[in-house]
């Protein structure tokens, strides 16, 4: 008796998200106690921690294990969004959560 495929590889779909990963260049972001640093397309910013408003993990992701940041922030009176793809195997992205929540406790930040 011949097999019938009943999955779907989504091959077409995995190909879209690489193609997509090599347009899209993500924001380069560090941070220390008191700002986050933001190295992007349109140039550098200093932001205050306590102009954060919200972290937020993003609804594209590929299986779960690659996943865009958002983060919304306020500069120079306007509202922004950065979006980064996070280090793995690193508390960084905690450390920065935390850091974040000292300086501004009314951020959303995911995980609360």
Excluded: C, H, Q, W
Aim: proline share 3%.
């Amino acid at each position: 008796m011949k097999r019938i495929k009943l999955s779907n590889s989504l091959i077409i779909a995995k190909i879209l998200f690489v193609i997509f990963l090599v347009f899209y260049l993500p924001d380069k972001i560090e941070f220390d106690n008191s700002n986050m640093y933001i190295v992007s397309k349109k140039g550098k910013k200093e932001v205050s921690l306590g102009n954060i408003t919200g972290i937020a993990v993003t609804r594209l992701s590929l299986n779960n294990s690659l996943y865009l940041i958002k983060i919304k922030y306020y500069y120079r009176g306007d509202e922004y969004t950065a979006r980064f793809y996070p280090r793995r195997f690193s508390k960084s992205l905690n450390d920065f959560k935390n850091n974040v929540r000292n300086k501004n406790p009314r951020a959303k930040v995911d995980g609360d």
